[in-house]
């Protein structure tokens, strides 16, 4: 390859790299390596198009071969940080952190990441426990230090919102000091503005969200959301840049009376353009499960601020006043578990669709028996739950259970490693699932035989799609709302004897039990036929919004 024939490949393979065409890129890039193996900036290039395509450990690999061609790179390290972090590898990524921070080439930033910093798969609870404390005592540092962080000058750090609350912990203590902390370090979260409401006027309220788009968020509050009348109801959608345009985002852009705003990346900006509009409410679906809008609700922006179920965890903040959820979430000791003041409807918050799939199923394939499956996001299986997975397998002979790989298979494979060292774990029938379609997802609910709620942290919008089919979900509730979804949707459906249990021994009879019913099909015909009745298309739900909102003023 000669010189000139070299600097046009790389000149398109860059092409393809700016047109997010990461595939056709790394393929030229790969093609110079060969002739240009330590060509640094092709290594750039290319570890960069790894990174995004996902192809984590590849990426990993390239950037080490740059450190070892140049060990004063800074590029280097924050990028292989940053790839650790996504591989899930939490102590290779601090050994990074501080070996960047040593030698003055890493953002100051990441001397903050690191003391918040643990793994979403965990090894075991002691893993869990051990950092947990460790975040804990390095909140306490940081909310005692003088440092401060600019958060539109590429020093935003990632809280672990997602890495606390999959536990079985009460995270209101924590998740305070986790404010405290931020509110210490950037110092716009601490703006505050003051709403001077006519009292004849709309209610002006605005919705803030990355999800609103074909996404579980998208599903879950859109016709809540639609409901709203415009007679009484001054109505905003905020968007982030990094919303995908999905069918739910156009319907979102569509929808008469409406104005929709995508938010500019930076958070002073944000904030000036929020201020400006004098909401009487802020509305934030899933708070925690967007980096940028977690800091944005961190600031007072309105005369109220709302949460709800999208991520069901409290944010521990003085800035959001109420939480939207459904009696059925509730117990009477819920309250100690957040800063928030409930605002309750007595369904769940939601006015769900029936999911309209093509292909259905035959009752033959729904009558299956002794198919077990979790199809859950994989950093919800705590480590307590491989009890429950594997003593069916173990008390079943005929069970398979299925459960599916994440798109990179990197939470897969750390888990198929913990797995390994249960003693009652049967590779032969524990079968992971490459990525579904929704309409392969449905079906599969719809086949198997029974779901499983991980415990601690349990399904929702899934449950919901189940019930297309009527499959039942056993479900073990804690007194945490993160835990009470599907037992709060089978209250809702008022149906007999729901699978509801109160420990391991009877979740795993229970799940044994269904999964060899002999009336299997007249059971989830049952489920479906309450779903159905009860649970899609809630209209009255949307009416109670309204009014709930409206007695606020």
């Known amino acids: 390859m000669n010189k000139y024939s070299a600097d046009e490949l790389f000149k398109i393979a860059h092409s393809h790299f700016q ?3 990461f595939g056709k890129s790394i393929y030229l890039f790969e093609k110079l390596l060969k002739d240009f ?7 750039r290039n290319i570890s960069l198009a790894y990174a995004f395509s996902g192809t984590y450990q590849k990426a990993e690999e390239s950037i080490k071969k740059i450190i070892k061609i140049k060990p004063d790179e800074p590029f280097a390290y924050q990028t292989l940080a940053s790839v650790l972090k996504n591989q899930d590898k939490i102590d290779e990524m601090i050994k990074i952190i501080n070996e960047g921070l040593k030698k003055n080439l890493i953002n100051k930033k990441w001397d903050f990441q690191k003391k918040l910093l643990s793994p979403l798969i965990a090894k075991d609870k002691k893993e869990i426990d051990y ?3 460790k975040i804990e005592k390095n909140l306490d540092e940081i909310i005692s230090s003088e440092i401060e962080l600019d958060y539109d000058n590429d020093q935003i750090i990632s809280p ?4 606390l609350t999959y536990t079985d912990k009460d995270n209101k203590e924590i998740n305070k000091k986790m404010v405290r902390a931020l509110k210490k370090i950037y110092q716009p979260l601490n703006h505050k503005i003051t709403i001077n409401r006519k009292s004849n006027d709309k209610i002006k ?3 803030i969200s990355e999800f609103f788009t074909d996404h579980t968020i998208g599903k879950l509050f859109k016709n809540l959301i639609f409901s709203l009348d415009l007679k009484f109801f001054d109505i905003v959608i905020y968007h982030s840049n990094k919303t995908k345009k999905g069918e739910i985002f156009k319907k979102f852009q569509n929808k008469q009376g409406f104005k929709n705003e ?10 000036k353009i929020i201020e400006k ?3 009487d409410i802020l509305f934030y679906p899933d708070i925690g499960m967007s980096i940028e809008f977690y800091f944005l609700s961190l600031v007072r922006l309105a005369k109220y601020q709302i949460m709800s179920w999208g991520h069901p965890e409290t944010t521990g903040s003085e800035s959001i006043d109420f939480f939207l959820c459904s009696k059925n979430l509730i117990t009477e000791n819920s309250y100690k578990f957040y800063t928030e003041k409930f605002l309750i409807i007595d369904k769940l918050p939601m006015i769900y669709e029936k999911p309209n799939i093509e292909n259905k199923l035959t009752d033959k394939d729904l009558s299956k028996k002794n198919i077990y499956s979790c199809p859950q996001t994989l950093f919800k299986f705590h480590p307590d739950f491989d009890d429950y997975l594997f003593d069916i397998l173990k008390k079943d002979k005929k069970a398979v259970l299925y459960l599916l790989k994440d798109t990179h298979k990197i939470y897969y494979m750390k888990l198929l490693e913990r797995f390994k060292k249960n003693k009652n774990f049967d590779p032969d029938r524990v079968i992971f699932l490459n990525p579904l379609n929704l309409n392969q997802f449905i079906n599969h609910l719809g086949t198997s035989s029974v779901l499983l709620d991980p415990i601690y942290f349990g399904s929702g919008n899934s449950f919901h799609e189940s019930m297309f089919y009527g499959t039942q979900t056993v479900t073990c509730p804690t007194e945490y709302i993160k835990s009470r979804i599907v037992s709060a949707a089978y209250n809702q459906m008022e149906v007999k004897n729901p699978p509801i249990v109160k420990n391991k021994d009877d979740y795993v009879d229970r799940a044994i039990e269904i999964a060899n019913d002999k009336n299997i099909l007249d059971k989830k015909k049952y489920y479906q036929e309450a779903a159905n009745e009860k649970l899609f298309n809630t209209e009255d739900v949307g009416e109670k919004f309204n009014s709930i909102l409206r007695e606020l003023f």
Do not use: D, H, S
């Not at 193996?37 to 290594?43: D, T, V, Y």
């Not at 672990?160 to 890495?163: G, K, T």
């Open 277 to 279: 509009e004098k909401f």
């Open 160 to 163: 672990p919102l997602f890495e």
């Open 131 to 133: 950092y947990r404390k």
């Open 37 to 43: 193996p330590e060509n640094l900036q092709i290594l």
């Open 262 to 271: 995508t938010l500019p990346i930076k958070l002073i900006e944000k904030i």
């Open 19 to 21: 047109k997010k065409e």
């Open 205 to 207: 309220i605005g919705f």
